[in-house]
């Protein structure tokens, strides 16, 4: 069996047999080998580097005691380096799990998009989780960005987690019981250990001690990076990291204070990452300059073909992610047409397909040529071309010599009017490969993802790597190239396959080609695949809910080459878990399909995708393990949390902090609690069901699964109280005050958790915006917005809710904060409200204008959306344009702040009097719907238009003029508080 | 070539095919694998563990911005324990260096004693460095203590210095350029951490930061170890040492800071290990538990020879140290006189030889077996024996049947004149072998050394581990077992040698077989061939100073079995250095003997002693290698040290804390300056050469030099000064402050330096006994003894200090302090000189009587010594036994207290007036020596004797009584302040 010992030792000896030095681990406690030098500084600047280094790496949040079998305190991770990017780390990877013994061809290795980011660090990448049927071992990222500097070269970052491979290739059910070396487990030399750090980190770390170490520690690293010393200073960074992890494991982190602290440790290191990039170059780079590599040169031009060919052009590529793969597909399209509508070849349809590493354009019946072409060319204009002689000007002379043509080739035509000098070239049409070498080039180079890298191309970018390309047009291939890239006749199959790169005959024969290889090369046929093969295996027992997991399945589809669906089973005692648990641990850990019976109950089975022909009964295995050890998990979790009364839960919120200023999360539900009575109470919506789960809501925060797994918030508070006997109503108004959780979210099923809901949100946004601001540029790290969102969902949706004015709800919210909301705050968010609303009945599809027009409902966004409802069909009402004619002519006259009101017994003009007894008639209070304001209204029309025509309002003698503007302005000011007239377009 | 990668994956290899675990280094800062919790608290208990790591080891002291070529802040350790001793950890060793491809029986690898202690963690073991051609590779500790516990069983630590080992191998001459990896050298890796961190632990550190991390760090230890949890304590004791060692690099540790915190860390670590040893009970230690050995069975005994043999007895060790050996030469001489004594064998003469690896004894013409014997056995006396009808009584029967005799065979003696019943038995003589037997045993069993140690055995201790006995009396093998060792016939030769074991035919053959085969037992046949083949080696050109090395040699004589002396020579250039530097590095570092021309001037060469038959060419090139880094070393310091003006190292001092209360070297030295001023001013010896000396005192402890060879100090002192042009006596003033460094060091060559080494001694106990207190038992940690009997050899030995009081100069140095020094504190002190002084004199064979006769002198021991000169002839003086018998008579006559003094008219009788007569003529006041005393007082012998004859002292009138004592108090009073004459014996 191979011990964890030897398997340090086999990747350490693999990877420097690919050159990698050997470091040690960081000597200071670190939560990844990434945070280790030989990593985060090295990355850095021009130096190539390539190294291998074990990590134990300290999690102080996933201390268990030793007791959980899958998470550790201490976990040992094997870091490489590769810098620059060597072009096929990803083979090189699989290498080093041969290494390890593992067949790659039989097992299902996959690389599952996972973008990764340490915003303490100001560092991303984008890469992989690699799964080996279904187990997260190895973490693959192309690294970006560390310290805030783009990095460049890029470097590939290969993470393994030892413990996770050694469990599955040991067959081991708990990391104790790995083999660590011959005759010792690892529990017999590390389970102490586990226990006791973890004792530290959850229970007995001093959070006072630990709180001045970070002090002390930003303290140290700040003066280091002012010394300009960037080794000592990151060291100091990594120990303020390690101290603020201890103090988050304690429990003992606001969401305030963890923001500063990222934003401190972000700019720490960005400090030291310049510095470090600084003294390197001062050091004359010792380890000497990373070369760019040379551009490709494209194949030779040979045409054989002279009749109409199939285009066909491949981009070959590292795994894209699903999302990814639709719109790289798109832009495929749109670039092939565009590109080929710039050129005179004839073709018939375009079809695309893509893979996850691969992009497929084909292009039906491709002339071999270009047609001729007459192309005329302007020279002078005539009256400067010729000398009053006749004779050529020195200017023709110029324009006859830069075309390579003589004064005889020209003649003088007509252009706008003006006689121009010109030559008429003929160009003939050039040769397919040439020009579609040209259209295929920028295919490539135009191709962009919503989030974009580099790897070891100097020039390209996009979602992932793009490795190779295959342009054949016939049997030619097409000379393209680009950067580093030409392309050829070679494709690359399945890693795996027996032969991973086959030469491709002609264009024609490509999709056949892929396909007798496994490869489905269309997403719809794959997705069929997966589809009838899941169905398949599952019946007559169960069904997929194809609909239902329609994007899932999707998903899937883009994750696989060669769909290989797989039945998997877990014990039936995972059953007693809710079946959200069960779901989401399927649906989006491991991308399984769940399994239902006819009556849509969980069964204890499951489907898998593999990619390509594995070992069935191998893969299953390992798949059923990963599940069966993720369910543990949360079984464990589950059981806990059953034995644990609500009211133990419940208060264990009063230790976790909301926001330093804004006081535990218990103050917080308290506040919430209390606002949703307040509101109740003006509302006349007072129950007992809100009574109690006003006492009840967010207790579920305390329970263990709900820290496991923070998407399940609320379903759990729900499970949980259903069985401690709450009633049902208490039950979901417990959820309800979770929703929505996001656009498109179920809303509040009952009118308590309704209440609670526009609670929660209110005393979110006023203590929020009091402590931290509101959110401003694309920043909103407390979702402030999305919270706003929800109010306006909640309100529009609950019809109960109707009367609820949300800035009244605001101000009771702002009054029960631990903090003062000054009054123009208040004023502040409520503009706020109407900029979202604003957005967002916009984003929905409602005119712009009709939208600023109910604006001032802008509080209450039910009254807004029935005012709009109403202004649908108004629009297009004569009367009702009359009437908003009559209003916006009188506001554009009367100038602002002129007060409604006037002296009738000023007014003599006919016109003018006829208009105040209309006026007089008119009493609009209390109108709230636009059909019956403009009933009312309807008879000042005709009045006012006469007003217009024969007053005229700015009369010499002052006291007329001011009636007769009293008496505008008074027009102007009935609709004030229906709509805001103003803004209505016709 | 092998890369310093290649050789740590190459041992961790070798290790982990021993059985060894690989494990990580720590991931906290350690300044050596010791303090990893994989040795620290894996030796503890009764578990077994076998494990190899790397430690990357952070040593703050020994920053030097990576300039140093031998010396880094971060050096790699490589650390294997071995838990329980395999009996071979040696062979085993020397297997790992064949592994990384050396040649061990070409090269001089060698064994040299080296006991390991680190008073911080409670830890001690011994055992010794191991050196190859010279240079320190490794640290080989059987390791005997951890945390203040015994360890049991004992584990062997074996700790590689890579960066050495493989500068060796590499033949590089500074780290930086080792090779590393292929192609990447360990600077271009390292060198940038190294000048950052040095940055950091010499002039950037934050000390106010670092001492608060302390604090926080020993506050978490202590509350863990409350808790329970020894590995979470014990890491943050890691923490505080590494606080503590950046501190202590920055220069802010003071003397008694230094012991407090390593006090401090003794009792946190001894907790750790208290509670680790209690956990891994509780757990039931996880990894099983180490069986002891098994005893071992003693050759079966034959016995083939009848006449007189030769006895031969050799017990094998791992290296002796050679202090060691000496002491264990004799205790075998004494053990097997005194064992063949308690025997009836006759034997001849017994020699006893040694070498580092085996203790021999050889007994001449040892007979084959005891003489037969008669042996009286007592039984109860006769009259108990016999009833009166002289029938045997139970107690008889008793007897006999005890004896396994009958009545009929005992018969009735006189013993001590009182009749006894006895029985007298023939006793055959025993066989050679079986009587040897135990004899030799007990040899093994009685050898003890100064400090003892333990290994796999578990019975048997002493300074080094017994590995084979050999036993043989002529051709039998003498069946000796003890404990798990049984001899035999086979003894071993050098490791290297190519058959390593060989068998002994006869006990006369013994030491022809080991001369043979080179190994040379006697220690003056190999001094000898030392002596004699230095000489030939370094003839015509040099001399060795065979006398002055003497002890050096000597030491030499018993590092090696087969010595082979090798010249090696240096560069010239380093002839620059100080005569006093270049041999302190040979002696004290590399045991090298230096060579000298005719007129006694060092010439650029050495003579080393290798161990058997090496490749000559590569050990002298390694050697010589060694001394070159070593010189470099120190050639380095001592140009930058000339290079610096006096008065930059002067003010060095401010930066070293002398103690916490004290002040810093720079406020001592100050101090000392003026109270050596003030002596003079005193005694009249006030010079210009005593004021710029007083100036300069202490300088050289802010020279680089001295920092790194303490020994140094004042030696540089006195070169420095001279270099920069002081006066000769200024300069020797400044050595002779820092003189006598230990007993029998020289005096102080000049009265400015005489009076600047009183006033350091003085200012040092003062200082101390105010804040630290008085040394007590064996604690001294600051050697206020060693200070304390200095003042007295300097007093005595400088004829101008003779009026000199140390008690009076003790309280100027008191008045200087920055602390107070009570009265009582003075007093207490002169009592601790009193006591001090009686000592001393009394080990220098003075009897004790006359040393506390003359100790009222105590302050001015110059003044004791005169006296004791006077007393010695005068104890035989009958004038002087006369005058000293009349003191002491009336001493003892006379109440305590009693004052001198009396009424004259009050006398009457004739014996009592004649005594006041001579009483009254008798003048003793400024008599300081004992002859003028002895003549002043004679007269008053003859009526003393007549008044105790013929005078009742204690008449019953109180007056007349009176008068009586005060008339002797007068005499008993007349040598007060000269001796304390109550102590005389005669």
């Given at each position: 069996?191979?011990?964890?010992?030897?398997?340090?030792?086999?990747?350490?000896?693999?990877?420097?047999?690919?050159?990698?030095?050997?470091?040690?681990?960081?000597?200071?406690?670190?939560?990844?080998?990434?945070?280790?030098?030989?990593?985060?500084?090295?990355?850095?600047?021009?130096?190539?580097?390539?190294?291998?280094?074990?990590?134990?790496?300290?999690?102080?949040?996933?201390?268990?005691?030793?007791?959980?079998?899958?998470?550790?305190?201490?976990?040992?991770?094997?870091?490489?380096?590769?810098?620059?990017?060597?072009?096929?780390?990803?083979?090189?990877?699989?290498?080093?799990?041969?290494?390890?013994?593992?067949?790659?061809?039989?097992?299902?290795?996959?690389?599952?998009?996972?973008?990764?980011?340490?915003?303490?660090?100001?560092?991303?990448?984008?890469?992989?989780?690699?799964?080996?049927?279904?187990?997260?071992?190895?973490?693959?990222?192309?690294?970006?960005?560390?310290?805030?500097?783009?990095?460049?070269?890029?470097?590939?970052?290969?993470?393994?987690?030892?413990?996770?491979?050694?469990?599955?290739?040991?067959?081991?059910?708990?990391?104790?019981?790995?083999?660590?070396?011959?005759?010792?487990?690892?529990?017999?030399?590390?389970?102490?250990?586990?226990?006791?750090?973890?004792?530290?980190?959850?229970?007995?770390?001093?959070?006072?001690?630990?709180?001045?170490?970070?002090?002390?520690?930003?303290?140290?690293?700040?003066?280091?990076?002012?010394?300009?010393?960037?080794?000592?200073?990151?060291?100091?960074?990594?120990?303020?990291?390690?101290?603020?992890?201890?103090?988050?494991?304690?429990?003992?982190?606001?969401?305030?204070?963890?923001?500063?602290?990222?934003?401190?440790?972000?700019?720490?290191?960005?400090?030291?990452?310049?510095?470090?990039?600084?003294?390197?170059?001062?050091?004359?780079?010792?380890?000497?300059?990373?070369?760019?590599?040379?551009?490709?040169?494209?194949?030779?031009?040979?045409?054989?073909?002279?009749?109409?060919?199939?285009?066909?052009?491949?981009?070959?590529?590292?795994?894209?992610?699903?999302?990814?793969?639709?719109?790289?597909?798109?832009?495929?399209?749109?670039?092939?047409?565009?590109?080929?509508?710039?050129?005179?070849?004839?073709?018939?349809?375009?079809?695309?397909?893509?893979?996850?590493?691969?992009?497929?354009?084909?292009?039906?019946?491709?002339?071999?040529?270009?047609?001729?072409?007459?192309?005329?060319?302007?020279?002078?204009?005539?009256?400067?071309?010729?000398?009053?002689?006749?004779?050529?000007?020195?200017?023709?002379?110029?324009?006859?010599?830069?075309?390579?043509?003589?004064?005889?080739?020209?003649?003088?035509?007509?252009?706008?009017?003006?006689?121009?000098?010109?030559?008429?070239?003929?160009?003939?049409?050039?040769?397919?490969?040439?020009?579609?070498?040209?259209?295929?080039?920028?295919?490539?180079?135009?191709?962009?993802?919503?989030?974009?890298?580099?790897?070891?191309?100097?020039?390209?970018?996009?979602?992932?790597?793009?490795?190779?390309?295959?342009?054949?047009?016939?049997?030619?291939?097409?000379?393209?190239?680009?950067?580093?890239?030409?392309?050829?006749?070679?494709?690359?199959?399945?890693?795996?396959?027996?032969?991973?790169?086959?030469?491709?005959?002609?264009?024609?024969?490509?999709?056949?080609?892929?396909?007798?290889?496994?490869?489905?090369?269309?997403?719809?046929?794959?997705?069929?695949?997966?589809?009838?093969?899941?169905?398949?295996?599952?019946?007559?027992?169960?069904?997929?809910?194809?609909?239902?997991?329609?994007?899932?399945?999707?998903?899937?589809?883009?994750?696989?080459?060669?769909?290989?669906?797989?039945?998997?089973?877990?014990?039936?005692?995972?059953?007693?878990?809710?079946?959200?648990?069960?779901?989401?641990?399927?649906?989006?850990?491991?991308?399984?399909?769940?399994?239902?019976?006819?009556?849509?109950?969980?069964?204890?089975?499951?489907?898998?995708?593999?990619?390509?022909?594995?070992?069935?009964?191998?893969?299953?295995?390992?798949?059923?393990?990963?599940?069966?050890?993720?369910?543990?998990?949360?079984?464990?979790?589950?059981?806990?949390?059953?034995?644990?009364?609500?009211?133990?839960?419940?208060?264990?919120?009063?230790?976790?902090?909301?926001?330093?200023?804004?006081?535990?999360?218990?103050?917080?539900?308290?506040?919430?609690?209390?606002?949703?009575?307040?509101?109740?109470?003006?509302?006349?919506?007072?129950?007992?069901?809100?009574?109690?789960?006003?006492?009840?809501?967010?207790?579920?925060?305390?329970?263990?699964?709900?820290?496991?797994?923070?998407?399940?918030?609320?379903?759990?508070?729900?499970?949980?109280?259903?069985?401690?006997?709450?009633?049902?109503?208490?039950?979901?108004?417990?959820?309800?005050?979770?929703?929505?959780?996001?656009?498109?979210?179920?809303?509040?099923?009952?009118?308590?958790?309704?209440?609670?809901?526009?609670?929660?949100?209110?005393?979110?946004?006023?203590?929020?915006?009091?402590?931290?601001?509101?959110?401003?540029?694309?920043?909103?790290?407390?979702?402030?917005?999305?919270?706003?969102?929800?109010?306006?969902?909640?309100?529009?949706?609950?019809?109960?809710?109707?009367?609820?004015?949300?800035?009244?709800?605001?101000?009771?919210?702002?009054?029960?904060?631990?903090?003062?909301?000054?009054?123009?705050?208040?004023?502040?968010?409520?503009?706020?409200?109407?900029?979202?609303?604003?957005?967002?009945?916009?984003?929905?599809?409602?005119p712009v204008d009709r939208v600023r027009a109910v604006l001032p409902h802008a509080a209450r966004p039910s009254q807004a959306d029935m005012l709009l409802g109403q202004l649908a069909p108004a629009v297009s009402d004569p009367g009702f344009i009359a009437v908003a004619g009559a209003v916006q002519r009188a506001r554009r006259i009367v100038p602002a702040g002129t007060p409604a009101g006037y002296d009738a017994a000023v007014l003599s003009e006919p016109a003018e009097l006829a208009l105040h007894a209309a006026v007089d008639k008119i009493e609009v209070s209390g109108i709230t719907d636009v059909a019956s304001f403009v009933a009312v209204t309807q008879p000042l029309v005709t009045p006012l238009g006469t007003f217009f025509d024969e007053v005229f309002v700015m009369a010499e003698d002052p006291t007329v003029r001011a009636a007769r503007l009293g008496l505008l302005a008074t027009v102007r000011d009935l609709g004030d508080g229906l709509l805001d007239w103003a803004h209505l377009r016709f």
């Amino acid at each position: 069996m191979l011990t964890m010992q030897d398997a340090l030792a086999r990747l350490t000896k693999y990877w420097t047999e690919q050159g990698c030095l050997t470091v040690q681990p960081m000597n200071t406690e670190v939560g990844a080998g990434t945070l280790n030098p030989a990593t985060f500084l090295r990355v850095l600047g021009p130096e190539p580097w390539k190294v291998v280094y074990v990590e134990p790496s300290v999690r102080p949040d996933d201390s268990r005691y030793g007791e959980n079998p899958n998470r550790l305190q201490t976990h040992t991770q094997l870091q490489v380096i590769l810098k620059p990017d060597p072009g096929n780390p990803q083979e090189l990877y699989l290498g080093s799990l041969a290494a390890l013994g593992i067949d790659v061809a039989a097992h299902d290795v996959r690389f599952v998009e996972d973008n990764w980011a340490s915003p303490a660090l100001g560092a991303w990448g984008l890469g992989w989780e690699v799964w080996l049927d279904g187990l997260e071992i190895t973490q693959f990222t192309y690294f970006q960005q560390a310290g805030g500097l783009n990095l460049d070269p890029v470097s590939v970052e290969i993470t393994y987690g030892i413990e996770r491979i050694i469990m599955a290739l040991q067959e081991k059910t708990h990391f104790k019981e790995i083999a660590y070396a011959p005759g010792v487990s690892y529990g017999e030399v590390f389970a102490q250990s586990e226990y006791e750090m973890s004792r530290y980190y959850l229970d007995d770390a001093d959070i006072e001690a630990n709180r001045r170490l970070l002090e002390i520690y930003a303290g140290e690293a700040q003066r280091m990076i002012d010394a300009g010393l960037p080794v000592p200073a990151h060291s100091y960074v990594l120990k303020c990291s390690q101290a603020f992890n201890v103090l988050d494991s304690r429990g003992a982190v606001s969401t305030a204070e963890r923001a500063a602290e990222f934003a401190r440790m972000r700019r720490l290191a960005g400090e030291v990452a310049k510095l470090w990039v600084g003294r390197r170059a001062e050091l004359e780079h010792p380890l000497g300059l990373t070369e760019p590599l040379d551009a490709a040169r494209a194949a030779a031009a040979v045409q054989t073909g002279t009749g109409e060919r199939t285009l066909v052009f491949e981009i070959g590529t590292e795994e894209l992610p699903p999302s990814e793969l639709r719109s790289a597909r798109e832009q495929v399209m749109r670039l092939m047409t565009e590109g080929l509508a710039g050129t005179r070849l004839a073709h018939g349809d375009i079809r695309v397909f893509g893979t996850p590493r691969r992009l497929i354009a084909v292009v039906q019946a491709v002339g071999a040529r270009e047609d001729d072409h007459e192309r005329v060319v302007r020279g002078p204009k005539a009256q400067a071309a010729y000398g009053a002689d006749g004779t050529p000007t020195k200017a023709l002379e110029g324009f006859v010599r830069g075309q390579g043509v003589t004064v005889a080739d020209v003649e003088t035509v007509e252009l706008n009017g003006v006689p121009h000098v010109v030559v008429t070239k003929h160009e003939a049409g050039r040769a397919a490969p040439t020009v579609l070498a040209g259209v295929l080039a920028q295919v490539v180079t135009g191709l962009r993802a919503a989030k974009n890298m580099r790897w070891n191309d100097p020039k390209l970018t996009f979602s992932r790597p793009v490795r190779w390309l295959v342009a054949l047009w016939g049997d030619d291939v097409v000379p393209v190239a680009v950067s580093t890239l030409s392309a050829g006749r070679e494709t690359r199959l399945l890693r795996t396959a027996a032969t991973p790169v086959v030469a491709i005959e002609s264009a024609e024969s490509f999709l056949e080609t892929l396909g007798v290889n496994g490869i489905v090369a269309d997403h719809e046929d794959r997705r069929e695949l997966i589809v009838i093969g899941a169905q398949d295996l599952v019946y007559p027992d169960g069904t997929i809910d194809v609909k239902g997991e329609s994007s899932l399945i999707d998903q899937i589809t883009d994750l696989v080459e060669q769909p290989l669906p797989l039945l998997g089973t877990f014990d039936e005692k995972y059953l007693e878990l809710p079946d959200p648990v069960l779901t989401t641990v399927m649906r989006k850990h491991q991308r399984y399909l769940p399994v239902r019976s006819a009556d849509g109950t969980l069964l204890p089975m499951f489907v898998t995708v593999a990619n390509g022909p594995v070992d069935v009964e191998l893969v299953r295995g390992g798949n059923e393990a990963v599940l069966r050890a993720r369910y543990e998990d949360a079984a464990f979790f589950y059981r806990a949390d059953l034995a644990t009364p609500i009211a133990d839960m419940r208060a264990k919120l009063a230790r976790l902090t909301f926001t330093d200023r804004l006081g535990s999360m218990a103050d917080r539900a308290d506040r919430i609690a209390a606002l949703a009575l307040r509101l109740a109470a003006m509302l006349g919506l007072e129950s007992g069901a809100l009574s109690r789960a006003a006492e009840l809501i967010k207790f579920d925060l305390g329970s263990q699964l709900v820290t496991e797994m923070t998407s399940l918030a609320g379903v759990m508070g729900r499970d949980y109280a259903l069985h401690a006997g709450e009633d049902r109503v208490v039950a979901q108004a417990v959820l309800d005050t979770e929703l929505p959780r996001n656009t498109g979210d179920s809303l509040p099923l009952t009118v308590p958790g309704a209440l609670l809901s526009i609670a929660d949100r209110l005393d979110l946004v006023a203590g929020l915006a009091a402590t931290v601001g509101l959110p401003t540029g694309s920043s909103d790290p407390f979702a402030v917005r999305r919270a706003v969102l929800g109010l306006f969902a909640v309100q529009r949706g609950v019809p109960a809710l109707a009367g609820l004015d949300l800035v009244e709800g605001l101000k009771l919210a702002a009054e029960a904060q631990p903090v003062e909301v000054p009054a123009p705050l208040l004023t502040e968010i409520a503009e706020f409200f109407a900029k979202r609303l604003e957005q967002a009945l916009t984003e929905e599809g409602q005119p712009v204008d009709r939208v600023r027009a109910v604006l001032p409902h802008a509080a209450r966004p039910s009254q807004a959306d029935m005012l709009l409802g109403q202004l649908a069909p108004a629009v297009s009402d004569p009367g009702f344009i009359a009437v908003a004619g009559a209003v916006q002519r009188a506001r554009r006259i009367v100038p602002a702040g002129t007060p409604a009101g006037y002296d009738a017994a000023v007014l003599s003009e006919p016109a003018e009097l006829a208009l105040h007894a209309a006026v007089d008639k008119i009493e609009v209070s209390g109108i709230t719907d636009v059909a019956s304001f403009v009933a009312v209204t309807q008879p000042l029309v005709t009045p006012l238009g006469t007003f217009f025509d024969e007053v005229f309002v700015m009369a010499e003698d002052p006291t007329v003029r001011a009636a007769r503007l009293g008496l505008l302005a008074t027009v102007r000011d009935l609709g004030d508080g229906l709509l805001d007239w103003a803004h209505l377009r016709f």
